[in-house]
């Protein structure tokens, strides 16, 4: 996969908004053994300001985080930035009344609960996001119910 | 003709008598006095005559109708002033009326007033009754609404309106489920109650509990609801809802659960962290860890993965207990998805040394279910039969068809359960007996199991001999028996509650 990668001198480049540093360590390292280029940012503010300079393939957002909430970054990402090329992962460990879930994954392109994938199950599915096969509806096939 | 009418009828009869005679006098007179007095030839003096005749004779027909329609005319204003037309006629002068008609005219626009006034006060009391009626329906503390035959509000009391923050010129005439997003505990929502009502109730009433309401501006509302059907009495008026609310009651329990559900984001968040760098070392220990460190490590993972899925079970047990939790009822193939279930729990017990048959009857029904929550019940019951079997016996799997619904059957040889503690099995937090200490688990694995098989309309059961074994077994609704609650719905499926909670309108709106 990182030959791939740098063979075509393009590297798909990831921002991770993510104010818990053990989760944001792990993966940034996760997504850059395979080949990734990972920029981290702690805030609903920073990351929102990165994610709008558009240079990013795969944005991971969690909700909880300092400043502005995950929702709103999500929120203004799409009214403000409509031709955003970047893939919207909601990566958080609250889980949103049904409600708010579905309002949720209308604007996200998938949503998982944290603790039930490990960092390199989440590169498999960014993998497969950026390869083209869209696995919104089967992110179950990744977590643990399927793999117990 | 009424003899009332006869002296007027004589009166014009005398009139024009008069001046038919009158006419005659009138030419004969003025053509004798043309002939004498004026030097005029004869066929001068007749024309003069004639002239002078015609138009005399105009003017009095004229005041002999104006005479005639007096009474008509006094009879006319009478009428309008009674019944109060607006069409501001002056009122009838007696004076105006000829000798012959005035008596009985006067008496019949007496009659008229009378009529009228009485017709008045009819009117006055009923605007009062109305009024009345108003007056005490919006003082009902209770949201009340009225719909017609078309399922469209026709009215709601003050108190509605109040409740749902609504005026009234926003629901009137629309349809209820468009006003009030309403949930329902069982299948029988209001919808499906209207439904059968319609086609063979003539008065029919019906109660709920726990009924929930989504509004517009996401706040909720718990109530319990009354409604009376009554297919006679009027289009406007066929059902009238009553709410009684219940909200502070019924989320007493349901902000203590959102301390589980903020408990459980807490747990999760050391637990991504630690499932994490076990994967890290996992991996790239590989060549350095010794055969024994090596499945330590594994036993590592394989523990913080339970952890996390415990840490979602809880959360589901949470979210049943707040009715959040939502199935989306789909057709599916149950050989594929048993088989596909199955063919894990097949991996997971040939680790513990464990086999499994897979028997399914042949040609069986598609199956209304939330294929997700299917794999629940499942693995959490094969897991048990898999854990509780301690020898080497296989686990048995059947499915087949009874009447209109799949049966599902999972049989073991293992260590059975008490006859004292059977009754309990699917209880929350319950667990059999002495396996306490050596065997794993939360006690909510078959609670759940209850729960989403319940949701799903169907029944779980088990049968079980200490020492002999134990069979599972849970049904599904064929998706055939539940078809007509899905066909309308942009094949999206249906949306259940765990819990059963049911949309009213149960449009799947994503």
């Known amino acids: 996969m990182s030959d791939n990668h740098t063979e075509t001198d393009k590297m798909k480049k990831i921002l991770c908004i993510e104010d818990e540093n053990f989760i944001s360590e792990l993966y940034t390292r996760a997504l850059r053994q395979a080949g990734y280029d990972v920029t981290t940012m702690l805030s609903g503010e920073d990351g929102l300001r990165a994610a709008q300079s558009n240079e990013y393939d795969v944005i991971l957002l969690d909700l909880m985080i300092p400043g502005i909430t995950g929702f709103e970054v999500l929120r203004r990402l799409r009214q403000e930035n409509p031709d955003l090329k970047a893939k919207i992962i909601i990566t958080t460990n609250l889980d949103q009344e049904h409600e708010s879930r579905v309002e949720l994954e209308k604007m996200a392109d998938g949503y998982l609960i944290k603790a039930e994938f490990t960092p390199h199950q989440l590169v498999n599915i960014i993998n497969d996001i950026l390869s083209g096969t869209d696995p919104k509806d089967s992110y179950n096939e990744y977590g643990d119910q399927a793999l117990s | ?510």
């Open chain 2, 1 to 510: 003709m009424i003899p009332y009418l006869s002296p007027l009828k004589e009166s014009i009869w005398l009139k024009i008598i008069i001046l038919s005679f009158g006419c005659g006098f009138v030419s004969l007179g003025s053509w004798l006095l043309i002939t004498k007095y004026l030097p005029v030839s004869d066929t001068y003096a007749a024309l003069s005559a004639g002239a002078f005749t015609l138009s005399v004779s105009v003017l009095m027909g004229k005041y002999i109708a104006n005479r005639a329609v007096c009474a008509t005319d006094f009879l006319a204003r009478a009428i309008l002033l009674a019944t109060r037309d607006d069409s501001q006629a002056e009122a009838p002068l007696e004076k105006k009326l000829s000798k012959a008609s005035k008596s009985f005219l006067t008496d019949l626009s007496k009659r008229v007033y009378e009529l009228a006034s009485v017709q008045q006060l009819d009117d006055k009391a009923q605007l009062a009754d109305l009024q009345y009626f108003k007056n005490v329906v919006n003082s009902i503390p209770l949201p009340l609404f009225v719909l017609n035959k078309d399922r469209e509000l026709t009215f709601a009391n003050e108190a509605a309106n109040l409740y749902i923050g609504m005026k009234t010129d926003e629901i009137i005439n629309q349809p209820i489920h468009d006003v009030l997003d309403l949930s329902f505990v069982s299948s029988l929502t209001l919808e499906v109650w209207l439904n059968e009502c319609s086609q063979k109730a003539v008065t029919a009433t019906e109660t709920w509990e726990r009924v929930r309401l989504l509004l517009p501006d996401g706040k909720r509302k718990q109530f319990d609801l009354s409604a009376y059907f009554s297919s006679g009495s009027s289009n406007e008026v066929e059902t009238v809802l009553v709410l009684y609310d219940r909200t502070v009651l019924y989320e007493r329990d349901d902000h203590a659960l959102t301390f589980i559900s903020l408990a459980v984001h807490e747990l999760r968040t050391p637990l991504t962290a630690m499932r994490g760098y076990i994967e890290v070392f996992e991996k790239e220990l590989q060549d350095k860890l010794s055969n024994e460190q090596k499945t330590f490590m594994h036993n590592m993972s394989a523990n913080a993965q339970q952890l996390s899925s415990y840490v979602s079970s809880i959360l589901n047990i949470a979210r049943i207990e707040e009715n959040a939790l939502n199935l989306r009822l789909k057709e599916e193939n149950w050989p594929e998805v048993l088989n596909t279930v199955c063919q894990d729990m097949i991996l997971r017990a040939k680790v513990h040394g464990k086999k499994i048959t897979v028997e399914i009857e042949d040609n069986l029904p598609t199956v209304a279910i939330d294929k997700i929550s299917i794999f629940e019940v499942v693995t959490n019951i094969i897991d048990n039969a898999i854990k509780y079997t301690h020898t080497d016996e296989e686990i048995k799997v059947h499915s087949y068809l009874k009447d209109d619904m799949i049966e599902t059957t999972i049989t073991d040889k293992g260590v059975g359960i008490p006859s004292s503690v059977i009754e309990h099995v699917f209880d929350k937090f319950y667990r059999a007996h002495h396996s306490k200490n050596s065997v794993g688990g939360t006690g909510l694995g078959l609670y759940l199991c209850r729960i989403i098989a319940n949701a799903h309309g169907g029944q779980i059961w088990v049968n079980s001999k200490e020492g002999k074994g134990s069979t599972f077994g849970f049904s599904l609704p064929t998706y055939a028996s539940v078809a007509d609650q899905i066909k309308n719905e942009d094949n999206k499926g249906i949306v259940r509650g765990a819990h059963g909670w049911i949309k009213n309108h149960s449009i799947y709106r994503e």
